[in-house]
């Protein structure tokens, strides 16, 4: 089976940092995206980690350690914009699908 | 400009009726998805395809059809079996190597009511 576990709602002042945690269970790995998405609008690609390590992409950061199955975002020099939420999936082996975490509502406060 | 298209974005529709949702894609991917999106529960897939004329079911699929009839278009139907169908629906695709990234579509907001 699969299971997706992320903070449901986080909270961060403008022009700070925030770390976004995802663990997660699942019979088989093909990589971990993150998705970013307002509240009533599409979600758009952030990031994709399939090796362990960082990806650094501008103010967006994301780290994966395969072994602890555990995945985290960073978001640096906060700004209003980034108030959305964010949603881990994990792409399964063999279907070539997502399977999605229920996402964290982060709240950027001036 | 290159992209996916859902339509309408809001759909009103009386308990008991069928009722198809469209997504085009112009991106020339091979794969698309349609998913569903409660509050609270996050994407939860329906159906997927890979390649015209063949499509698999997702993890609650139960009350929805599909067809892929052509490459560019993935329509998903809503049928009066589905016990809760007021959702957001949100369509994508993808190439299908295992870098492949997936793009959304801008979703439609079903009220079943």
């Known amino acids: 089976g699969q299971n997706i576990d992320q903070p449901t709602e986080m909270t961060a002042t403008e022009g700070a940092i925030v770390q976004i945690n995802c663990t997660y269970q699942?019979?088989?790995?093909?990589?971990l995206f993150w998705y970013q998405q307002h509240a009533g609008e599409a979600p758009t690609f952030l990031s994709y980690?399939?090796?362990?390590g960082l990806e650094e992409k501008g103010r967006f950061s994301s780290f994966l350690s395969r072994s602890k199955g555990y995945s985290y975002l960073l978001l640096k020099e906060l700004q209003m914009k980034d108030s959305a939420s964010y949603l881990c999936?994990?792409?399964?082996?063999?279907?070539?699908?997502?399977?999605f975490g229920t996402g964290t509502r982060l709240t950027v406060i001036p | 400009d290159g992209g996916i298209t859902q339509s309408p974005k809001y759909l009103f529709r009386k308990e008991g009726q069928n009722v198809t949702l469209s997504c085009e894609q112009n991106?020339?991917?091979?794969?698309m998805y349609w998913y569903r999106q409660d509050p609270g529960q996050g994407l939860r897939l329906i159906y997927y395809s890979q390649i015209v004329n063949d499509f698999q079911k997702g993890d609650i699929a139960e009350g929805y059809s599909v067809s892929r009839e052509k490459k560019e278009s993935f329509p998903l139907t809503v049928t009066s079996a589905q016990k809760n169908p007021t959702a957001f629906y949100l369509c994508?695709?993808?190439?299908?190597?295992?870098?492949?990234?997936?793009?959304f579509g801008p979703g439609t907001r079903l009220t079943v009511l």
């Open positions: 999936a994990v792409r399964r082996t063999g279907a070539n699908n997502l399977f």
């Open positions: 991106l020339n991917h091979d794969a």
């Open positions: 699942t019979s088989g790995f093909n990589g």
């Open positions: 980690n399939v090796l362990d």
């Open positions: 994508a695709s993808s190439g299908v190597t295992s870098t492949d990234t997936q793009y």
